[in-house]
Every structure is written in C-alpha cells, then in structure tokens.
C-alpha cells in the first residue's frame, strides 16, 4: 500500500497528472470558491445536499461569489454548457 504523499505503484500517468494538479495551490484556492459558493446557496435555501444540482457560475470566474453571478442549474446542463473549459461532449 502507498503511503500518505505516494502514489500507487500502478497508478496511471494520467491519475498521477491529475492527483498533482489538484494539489496545487492554485486549485486548492478555486476548489474552495466553489465550496463557498455551493455554502452559500444552501444558507439561501437554494440546493440541497444530494440534490443532483450545480451552481453556476454566470461570468465563470469562481472568484466571484456575488449573487448575481450565481445560479442553480442541473449537474448534466452544467457541465454540458462548459464544452471549452473541459465539460462533456455533446453526441452525435
């Protein structure tokens, strides 16, 4: 078993790529904008916990938490509508 800080001896160059980048400092700081942001629309009673919806944001810039800038979507609209910044592909 690897310990705490390693990596699998199996693991994936693509699962070590990503485990790195989520990681850094950077995203640790956008990870818990989101976080914020997901809290804050709880407190208004908007989401729930299990609710199977996102919280968008309408310019994508996680740093801004205004309530303008927030709203509630479904998780597939979501991450369907971010097709240029890593969102699933439409079918054909």
Do not use: C, I, W
């Amino acid at each position: 078993m690897a310990k705490k800080g390693e990596f699998k001896k199996g693991a994936s160059a693509d699962s070590v790529r990503q485990r790195k980048y989520n990681s850094s400092p950077t995203q640790k700081k956008r990870r818990a904008q989101r976080n914020a942001a997901r809290r804050k629309m709880e407190k208004a009673g908007k989401v729930r916990k299990g609710d199977n919806r996102d919280v968008d944001h309408r310019n994508h810039n996680t740093s801004n938490n205004s309530t303008s800038n927030l709203r509630v979507m479904s998780r597939s609209k979501n991450r369907a509508k971010n097709l240029g910044t890593g969102g699933r592909k439409k079918g054909k």
